[in-house]
């Protein structure tokens, strides 16, 4: 199993970690890469893996964040024969938002959408209330409680076997406003962020679970690996 995009929670059962910021933070809310299994930085629109080397590639809250999200299905289903792909709905974006998200997803038909976004924040309002723990605080946890009630509705969790049936949608370039909008960065970047105590716990959980069940902890990275075209 490959995760692209692993950040600061790997899921419990990836086999190969794939990410691209190893020192800069910013698009994972401050908190550390985390790194307990074999990792590979590599940007995710050019994967350096041989073709169909994964039985399933996973990804949860990274097809948002990239410039050419079709880059990236492509090498999907080149790399592995299945997959799941999870992110923020069109609702939990504009709902939430986030400045470093270019895309607003949603499955139609059975057709995952990407409609590029035309302004970082939907309602900046909302968001600022969803990003303010004191607000949310203040607020006793109804919005917390709806939230998690209905996540179907703010979340995609899209599974696909052999082809991922895709549109990309891109708006012309002078309806897209150019302020506002955040990004990580190649390099040392920022501090790279702070390990906390539930992701120290997490990995613990994680290497305990992955040791009772993973056929093999050894990965042979140089195995998998291909040039980049």
């Not at 703010?154 to 150019?178: D, G, N």
């Given at each position: 199993?490959?995760?692209?995009?692993?950040?600061?929670?790997?899921?419990?059962?990836?086999?190969?970690?794939?990410?691209?910021?190893?020192?800069?933070?910013?698009?994972?809310?401050?908190?550390?890469?985390?790194?307990?299994?074999?990792?590979?930085?590599?940007?995710?629109?050019?994967?350096?893996?041989?073709?169909?080397?994964?039985?399933?590639?996973?990804?949860?809250?990274?097809?948002?964040?990239?410039?050419?999200?079709?880059?990236?299905?492509?090498?999907?289903?080149?790399?592995?024969?299945?997959?799941?792909?999870?992110?923020?709905?069109?609702?939990?974006?504009?709902?939430?938002?986030?400045?470093?998200?270019?895309?607003?997803?949603?499955?139609?038909?059975?057709?995952?959408?990407?409609?590029?976004?035309?302004?970082?924040?939907?309602?900046?309002?909302?968001?600022?209330?969803?990003?303010?723990?004191?607000?949310?605080?203040?607020d006793?946890?109804?919005?917390?409680?709806?939230?998690?009630?209905?996540?179907?509705?703010?979340?995609?969790?899209?599974?696909?076997r052999?082809?991922?049936?895709?549109?990309?949608?891109?708006?012309?370039?002078?309806?897209?406003?150019?302020?506002?909008?955040?990004?990580?960065?190649?390099?040392?970047?920022?501090?790279?962020?702070?390990?906390?105590?539930?992701?120290?716990?997490?990995?613990?959980?994680?290497?305990?679970?992955?040791?009772?069940?993973?056929?093999?902890?050894?990965?042979?990275?140089?195995?998998?690996?291909?040039?980049?075209?």
């Amino acid at each position: 199993v490959l995760e692209v995009g692993s950040g600061r929670k790997p899921m419990i059962r990836s086999d190969v970690l794939c990410e691209r910021y190893l020192a800069d933070d910013l698009e994972r809310t401050g908190e550390a890469l985390v790194v307990d299994r074999p990792l590979v930085a590599a940007n995710a629109e050019a994967l350096p893996f041989q073709d169909k080397t994964f039985d399933v590639v996973y990804s949860s809250h990274l097809i948002e964040h990239l410039d050419a999200p079709e880059r990236f299905l492509e090498e999907c289903m080149r790399v592995a024969r299945r997959g799941v792909i999870e992110c923020p709905s069109e609702m939990g974006e504009k709902f939430i938002g986030w400045a470093f998200h270019k895309w607003f997803v949603r499955v139609e038909d059975g057709v995952l959408t990407l409609v590029e976004k035309d302004r970082p924040i939907f309602d900046a309002t909302l968001s600022s209330f969803c990003h303010d723990g004191e607000q949310r605080r203040r607020d006793g946890g109804p919005l917390t409680r709806f939230y998690w009630a209905n996540e179907h509705l703010f979340e995609v969790s899209f599974h696909w076997r052999e082809k991922i049936p895709y549109q990309v949608i891109r708006i012309p370039p002078e309806r897209r406003v150019q302020e506002g909008w955040i990004a990580a960065r190649d390099g040392d970047g920022p501090a790279g962020g702070r390990v906390t105590a539930k992701q120290r716990v997490y990995s613990a959980l994680s290497r305990a679970t992955r040791r009772l069940h993973s056929r093999s902890l050894f990965v042979d990275i140089l195995t998998l690996l291909a040039c980049i075209r």
